[in-house]
């Protein structure tokens, strides 16, 4: 795939006004927990009638939230039609989610080595100012995070484009397609409270430092905000299971911090 013609990084994010896009978001989330706690094991095929039942959404933000979960390498599609749990190991998602901060590391190290073009920057800018709009009120609804989600999805393309490799590209969308590995894989039991806001907040923080570090080209700087900013993903894996205070859980002894 050619970078310029990802139709995300080409023009402005769309909005997220709409009750159906924050409903697809808060299924993903829902769906996310379940497969970390063990309420969707390995291999258990998915029935979208009960989880309507269950989530208390309709059906076509459950196909939308399906369809994303696939991309992000939880579910794979059946030959019959239908969506079945992907079955993955701790160590699968510990090396998921360090691949992914190794590989957006070396994009922005080579981005600032490099040079990125002041158009690309000035999309950048106005993404993240967006973001932080986005990060205004002091707890999030449902239509706040989904907002917060679309624009953290489209800074990581900037990203992806900045580096202005093929190469690289595909490497990293290979690498979202890995449990628990996509930028936009959060986990968060809690949306709503302000915890779960202040960590969207210390995310925002490291997506302007890399950005500057890019800018300056400081190649070494903004490698290791990037592969530090990977690991939020694993704190959000904690602070759900923290939350849940739920016991055997499959992510536990990977994501629980090293004495």
Do not use: W
Not at 81 to 98: H, K, L, N
Not at 132 to 153: I, K, Q, S
Not at 191 to 204: E, I, K, P
């Amino acid at each position: 795939m050619n970078l310029n013609d990802d139709p995300l990084t080409a023009s402005g994010p769309s909005p997220v006004a709409d009750a159906g896009a924050s409903q697809a978001v808060k299924a993903q989330l829902r769906l996310r927990e379940m497969i970390l706690a063990g309420e969707l094991p390995g291999g258990a095929r998915i029935a979208e009638l009960t989880l309507v039942e269950k989530l208390g959404v309709s059906r076509t933000p459950i196909r939308a939230a399906l369809m994303r979960l696939e991309q992000e390498g939880l579910l794979h599609r059946l030959p019959g039609g239908g969506y079945a749990v992907r079955t993955f190991s701790e160590t699968d998602v510990a090396d998921a989610i360090e691949l992914r901060g190794t590989m957006e590391g070396l994009a922005a190290r080579l981005a600032a080595e490099r040079g990125v073009e002041a158009a690309v920057l000035a999309q950048a800018h106005a993404c993240l100012d967006d973001i932080d709009a986005a990060l205004v009120p002091r707890t999030l609804d449902d239509e706040g995070f989904a907002r917060y989600v679309e624009l953290n999805a489209r800074f990581h393309l900037l990203l992806r484009r900045m580096v202005g490799s093929d190469v690289i590209a595909r490497e990293l969308d290979r690498v979202k397609g890995l449990p628990f590995a996509s930028p936009s894989a959060f986990v968060v039991v809690q949306t709503h409270s302000h915890a779960a806001r202040d960590m969207l907040v210390v995310a925002q923080d490291q997506h302007r430092q890399a950005l500057d570090a890019i800018e300056r080209r400081e190649g070494a700087r903004a490698e290791a905000i990037m592969r530090e900013h990977s690991r939020i993903t694993r704190r959000n894996l904690l602070a759900a299971v923290q939350a849940a205070q739920v016991q055997g859980l499959p992510g536990v002894g990977l994501i629980r911090e090293r004495g």
